[in-house]
């Protein structure tokens, strides 16, 4: 019995050798989004892979920045040449729009995501000066699809207010065609009288 159990030993050995010997090794493939390869790893069939390098990023576009979230396909024990793609999510960029009026005053402020458009307050006004009347015209720069933080200011049409001046002459009165030449206050030397004539011109 002792010998049988002594020459038991060798063949358990040489038959646990054989089948480490016989075990399969597969070849993963790390790979970032765009296909270059993190890092190659070579596994024994049936161990599960475990990614150890530098953590997968994806560069932020106009629209969006990129989070990783794992792996595609899920990982799982190795049972053939595998390769493993990095998954991101996404979100959205939010970029920060500022209505102003002709001041500077702001008028509304709105945060929009990135590629969606802007949404205009009301239409504003602007009162009116000794000189001119102000119609609001548009938004300065042109409104667009917001790609960074933006401020818009309103833009006016100028209107130059019209006069309308009222001579005394001798008594009686006489007025002077509509005018587009801006007048603040009536001076002897901004006009001519012709009383031959009966006209008179701004100089």
Known sequence: MRRFAFALVPLLTISFLTNCNNSKTFTINW??????ILKTDHVNEGTMPSYDGITPTKADDEQYTYTFTGWSPEVHKADKDEDYIAKFSSTAKVYQITWKNYDDNVIKTESVKAGEMPTPPSAPTRPSSIQYTYTFKGWFPEVH?????QEYKAVYDETLVKA???????GGSSSSPTTDKY???INADDFFFD????????R
């Not at 790979?31 to 270059?36: E, M, Q, R, V």
């Not at 699809?145 to 933080?149: F, L, P, R, S």
């Not at 009383?195 to 701004?202: A, L, R």
């Open 31 to 36: 790979k970032n989004y765009d296909g270059s």
């Open 183 to 185: 007048v603040s206050s």
């Open 164 to 170: 309308h001046i009222h001579f005394d002459l001798n």
């Open 195 to 202: 009383i031959t004539k009966k006209n008179y011109n701004f």
């Open 145 to 149: 699809k917001a790609d960074k933080n």
